[in-house]
């Protein structure tokens, strides 16, 4: 049975039994060899030592079993007492937690949302098992049959989410991405199931247009209803947050308001002299109710415009826990029949106490009185507004700082509403049907109120629909937006926005500057500065209010219609409305929104006209004609004076407008549409009706047209019929759902267009080919990703930059350093010996690895000084390490040990003495003696191990022969073939310096720790290191000789010996000689170019091929250079006048073939790829060791 369920013991149990019972009790138990040693040692350091102490052993066992109990216990009381059932609750969560995490390898920011019983079907077999729903990951775990399955799925990931239901497996949900299809079936719960999972795939999307993480709300009150069961905090989160947003749609609130409680109730309508019953909602800021039934009335009331609360009551008027509310505006709404009328005058009465910039103006009783009281029958709490309330305004933008203009010279005079300014309109000059609509419209607010506390009713609505009178379209349009409430709870917000950005230029004040004059110009307003410089100070304000949208084409079209019925703040506020409300993600750079309801539109159309669908499915037409009529709210393809009309509804109604009214367009002309032989002949079909739309309430238009059309249909009857067909069908409810579904295969192809962007930008630049660049932009990319999620990684300081929309495709994602240090320890081969487990895993866990390696690099790329690197950098340096020949990965392993990879600082460091480790005894102390060597002495030692001082064998001896011409051959031949441009680089880098010598040996060491062949590869190190510092001292002594006159008579012997020496002369020596020999041009190309050589290089050459030829000079000599003194001496120092250069490196490198080994060993990137982005699926408690990414590795 254990194999079959997934019940199986753990492998290692820590049981406490005492001599005489036999009985025993398990005091720990774990899959881990680490984690159970873990606990024995605790046991022995804090209990075993006390249990000889007891004299009985019933009194060992009971004391054993209360301490390991509680322990268990304080790890789920952490937050005070809890019930039983709620405790009990509580375990099972926190054990589902540390499953969770234990299972699928995740870090501890992953926050677990909630988990569910059910099955994954696979092959058609359920497997019944646990899914557990994360912020960032869908994982599921299933042990059956003896056989465990796992799936990781990142939210980003997912491309479809639906509920699909069949014969065999009823009410299941299907999950799918790019790599395969899952689908879940036998839920307890399917719909809060489906319900999590899709407001989890929703911000996923969510951020990767806008790129933030998720942040838990750590204000959220504690859970009222005690009856229900206890539901996680982070799911209670994402419910509350679910609940706000509908609650801010629903009465147009702004994006910072949260819902705080709502409860049943009546509304008394004084217009109708009756109650009505709905639910009243509260939140920090504002009271607001809706009701459901045939009356249809809304109601908006701002706690800044709140003068009194009252509770009353008459039971002869049948009013009973009633509560009246009292406004600045000298209106007064009653609620009665409240649930619990004491808590909801206790809750105003606290937000009341809450709101900035208030004041006490009179109470009629304290709320201590209140409190203590709440069975009379009134209470009055009121507050003075007269400097009016403020609630949290929202974030400044980034650049430039927020600053008060209340001390500052700056003057500004905001613009009115240009329309009356330009097109002023007596009431002698207006038409009667005109001043009959004014009238009409006096007549409704004296009924139902005016501003932001009027009653929102269906008369109102209806008017709404047959159109706005000019001069209360701007405030109507406020008012229903909710734009008024950010505009009153922000003053003086604009005015400062205008004051930071003067005199400054980023891409966006461009963009803006040159559709200035492409905004309406047929109008008066914008022919003059006084229209253009509103829209360029209401635009260039919100874009710098907004980096993520910045400004895009079609906004400067809208603006301009704002402003021409509202003054220019007010303008201001209603682009902020549309952009980041009502119409969210539509002016972004990458415009998702718009192309999320092409996709709507499509679905719409495939619904109520299929036939038409059908028609034009293929053919793309439907999603350009959306494009073109969404972003402008039909304002650029409508005549003006109707296009208003709709956007009075829109305004009203919100985003299921434009789709009833694209929908009735289509269906107007669905029968001339089917007869259409191409696109061409429908757009001209459209296009003659949409011109042809009228608007027969405007004596006048206010924009003349160009040419005549032939009248199609009145607006008013065109959005009458909108709302006849499609009003009760079409929802903004509706929309949210099929927004969602649409989301995910936009975004995700968006992505996919950007990698393919990346990729063909990179073409050609690194050594990977298309596949491989696609494997490691995937993976590197999932890394920038988790490191917005989990907040390891920073945001650029430079926000112009980061939404900079001409950046490089290859340079939109930067990664510091502790992103690129996770993937570099994962892909590249130099990052770290072989490990006892994944070096990616380790490295990463532990924060550290054995070298600097990683940092040097990250120096190295980071050319701009950002302190982050991009993909073509990051590609660049993988593909050298994997894939390029050896000396490309040599120089740049050269590279690594020079200016601005190493820099000063790390070099004073490593010249300071230190204590010797004492587990460095297999030869790290001679790498680390290095600082301290002087001129190359050979002396014996018997310290240093024999296996590494023993003389080499003829055959793996550098002088022997064969591998050493061999490689310079090759190297030769490569120079021969490589561009001016590699050979140039190769020959301009600098020159070694002995401290940068000594860190570049000391990484080489690192990479050779832990390889099967450890002990030649130390062997060659040390062999290298000899020929080096013996190259390094020839060129020094070399160099003062020349400039001393001490050795001016050995510097003539030496030009001498060197001018009577002739190629055979060299022929004739041995069979080392010779292959010295063939080392000159490899040191020096210029000679086997041709070219002259300066006389001392020939002079450094003649002595490292002496070096050669000399015999008597043993490997367990070198050994004892390296090995030196166990400590090194205070007074050595670093020769400053010793150095060498890449090419007597890589010359020197080249003759050990363990070494040149090492780095020729090419590396399968897609397979190391897809193996560390699939490395949580791996047994989470493997033993045994797993293999690793390592340059050893076959």
């Known amino acids: 049975m254990d194999a079959v369920l997934d019940s199986r013991s753990c492998k290692y149990r820590i049981i406490h039994q005492t001599e005489n019972s036999e009985l025993s009790w398990a005091c720990a138990e774990s899959d881990s060899t680490a984690e159970i040693e873990e606990h024995w040692r605790w046991l022995e350091n804090n209990m075993i030592s006390v249990l000889g102490d007891f004299e009985s052993e019933d009194e060992v066992t009971d004391y054993v079993k209360c301490k390991i109990e509680s322990l268990r216990t304080e790890s789920v009381h952490e937050d005070g ?111 809060d199931a489906y319900k999590l999972m899709q407001q989890l795939t929703n911000m996923a999307m969510h951020q990767l247009i806008v790129e933030e993480g998720f942040e838990e709300d750590k204000t959220l009150p504690p859970a009222r209803n005690k009856r229900k069961k206890k539901i996680p905090s982070l799911k209670r989160d994402l419910d509350a947050r679910a609940r706000s947003e509908a609650y801010r749609t629903l009465f147009r609130l702004p994006i910072a308001e949260r819902l705080d409680g709502d409860t049943i109730c009546c509304l008394w309508l004084p217009f109708k002299k009756t109650h009505t019953s709905g639910r009243l909602y509260v939140s920090k800021n504002y009271v607001c109710f809706d009701s459901k039934d045939q009356d249809d009335v809304q109601l908006v009331i701002p706690l800044r415009m709140v003068t009194c609360v009252e509770k009353t009551g008459n039971k002869e008027n049948e009013i009973n826990n009633a509560l009246l509310i009292s406004t600045s505006a000298r209106s007064n709404f009653l609620f009665t029949d409240l649930y619990d009328q004491n808590s909801m005058l206790l809750k105003l009465a606290d937000m009341l106490g809450q709101q900035q910039d208030y004041r006490l103006r009179s109470i009629g009783k304290s709320l201590t009185q209140i409190t203590t009281s709440v069975d009379e029958n009134s209470a009055d709490i009121s507050c003075d507004n007269s400097q009016g309330a403020s609630s949290t305004p929202p974030s400044p933008p980034p650049s430039p700082k927020h600053t008060n203009t209340g001390s500052s010279e700056f003057t500004l005079e905001l613009s009115p509403a240009l329309h009356e300014h330009f097109c002023p309109k007596s009431a002698d000059d207006m038409s009667p049907k005109d001043a009959a609509r004014e009238s009409l419209w006096r007549t409704t607010f004296a009924e139902y109120g005016r501003g932001v506390c009027m009653y929102r009713t269906k008369k109102i609505h209806d008017e709404i629909m047959r159109g706005l009178p000019d001069s ?499 190297y030769k031949q490569r120079s021969l073939d490589s561009s001016d441009m590699c050979r140039t680089d190769v020959v301009n880098v600098a020159h070694m310096n002995q401290v940068q010598f000594i860190q570049m040996w000391k990484t080489l060491y690192d990479m050779c720790t832990g390889s099967p062949d450890e002990q030649q590869l130390y062997h060659s190190i040390s062999t290298v290191a000899t020929l080096l510092l013996q190259i390094g001292e020839v060129g020094k002594q070399y160099k003062s000789g020349l400039n001393s006159p001490h050795n001016a008579i050995e510097v003539e012997s030496l030009e001498t010996r060197k001018a009577n020496s002739s190629p055979d002369t060299h022929a004739k020596g041995d069979s080392v000689h010779s292959s010295s020999q063939k080392a000159d041009p490899l040191l020096h190309p210029a000679d086997s170019q041709g070219e002259e050589t300066d006389p001392e290089s020939e002079e450094v050459v003649r002595e490292l091929e002496r070096c050669y030829m000399k015999e008597d000079v043993a490997v367990d000599d070198t050994a004892d250079t390296l090995k030196g003194s166990t400590s090194p001496s205070k007074e050595s120092q670093p020769d400053p006048n010793w150095s060498v250069n890449f090419e007597q490196f890589l010359a020197s490198m080249l003759t050990e073939p363990h070494l040149v080994a090492i780095f020729e060993k090419d590396t399968d990137i897609i397979k190391v790829a897809e193996n560390y982005r699939h490395r949580r699926l791996k047994p989470s408690n493997d033993d045994n060791g797993v293999t690793t990414n390592s340059i050893f590795n076959k």
């Not at 699909?164 to 009410?171: C, G, K, V």
């Not at 902020?576 to 159309?605: F, H, S």
């Not at 600082?905 to 301290?932: F, H, Q, R, V, Y």
């Open 472 to 970: 209360l379209r701007g405030e109507m349009w406020m008012v229903y937006s909710g734009a008024i409430n950010e505009m009153a709870t922000n003053p003086g917000y604009y005015k400062s926005l205008i004051e930071q950005t003067q005199g400054k230029t980023t891409i966006a004040t461009d963009e803006i500057e040159r559709d200035l004059h492409r905004s309406l110009p047929e109008h008066k307003a914008f022919q003059s500065n006084l229209g253009i410089d509103a829209l360029r100070r209401v635009l260039t304000a919100y874009a710098f209010r907004n980096p993520h949208i910045g400004y895009c084409q079609a906004m400067n079209i809208v603006t301009s219609v704002l402003l021409l019925f509202a003054n220019e703040e007010e303008a201001f506020w209603l682009l902020v409305a549309l952009c980041e409300r009502m119409l969210p993600d539509y002016y972004n750079t990458k415009v998702v929104g718009a192309l999320v309801d092409q996709g709507v539109l499509e679905e719409l159309i495939s619904e109520h006209l299929p036939h038409l669908h059908g028609h034009y499915s293929t053919t793309g037409l439907l999603s350009m004609i959306a494009l073109s009529w969404f972003l402008t709210m039909f304002l650029s393809v409508m005549p003006f004076e109707s296009a208003v009309n709709i956007l009075d509804c829109f305004f009203c109604d919100g985003a299921k407008v434009i789709f009833q009214i694209a929908l009735a367009i289509l269906d107007a002309c669905s029968d001339k549409l089917a007869r259409c032989k191409d696109d061409g002949e429908a757009i001209s079909v459209l296009t003659q009706y949409v011109d042809g739309v009228t608007n027969a309430d405007v004596a006048e238009p206010i924009l003349k047209a160009t040419k005549s059309v032939e009248t199609s249909i009145d607006v008013s009857l065109l959005i009458n019929d909108a709302y006849l067909k499609f009003g009760d069908v079409i929802t903004n409810e509706l929309i949210d759902r099929l927004r969602l579904r649409q989301r995910l295969s936009v975004v995700q192809g968006i992505e996919e267009t950007t990698m393919k962007n990346v990729i063909r930008s990179l073409d050609g630049e690194t050594c990977f080919d298309i596949d491989e660049l696609s494997a490691l932009f995937t993976l590197y990319k999932e890394e920038y990703q988790a490191s917005i999620y989990w907040r390891t990684g920073e945001k650029p300081a430079d926000i112009t930059q980061e939404y900079n929309p001409n950046r490089p495709y290859y340079d939109l994602y930067r990664v510091d350093f502790t992103q690129f240090k996770a993937l570099f320890l994962a892909l590249c081969p130099w990052a770290q010996g072989v490990a006892p487990e994944p070096v990616c895993v380790k490295a990463f866990k532990e924060n550290k690895t054995t070298s600097s390696l990683e940092l040097r690099m990250f120096r190295l790329l980071d050319e701009s000084n950002q302190n982050t690197v991009n993909f073509k950098q990051f590609a660049w340096c993988i593909g050298v390490t994997c894939k390029s020949d050896l000396a490309d990965k040599l120089l740049l392993f050269y590279k690594l040990h020079l200016p601005p990879a190493l820099p000063d600082s790390e070099m004073d460091n490593s010249t300071e003495a230190s204590e010797p480790d004492p587990k460095d005894a297999d030869g790290t102390e001679a790498i680390e003696n290095l600082a301290s060597s002087k001129p190359i002495s050979v002396s014996h030692s018997k310290s240093f191990p024999t296996s590494i001082a023993q003389p080499r064998s003829k055959h793996n001896s550098p002088a022997s022969g064969s591998f050493r011409a061999s490689s310079i051959e090759m």
């Open 81 to 191: 007492d809890v019930n039983d059932e709620e405790e009990e609750e509580a375990k099972r969560f926190k054990g589902a937690i540390a499953k969770f995490h234990k299972l699928f390898n995740l870090p501890p920011e992953e926050k677990l949302v909630n988990y569910y019983s059910c099955s994954y079907v696979k092959r058609r077999v359920p497997r019944q098992g646990w899914l557990y729903l994360s912020i960032n990951h869908m994982c599921f775990y299933s042990f059956l049959l003896g056989k465990e399955s796992k799936i990781i799925t990142r939210w980003v990931d997912v491309m479809q989410l639906d509920i699909e239901s069949n014969i065999l497996f009823p009410n299941g949900i299907h999950v799918g991405t790019r790599e395969a299809d899952h689908y879940f079936t036998m839920f307890v719960s399917k719909e």
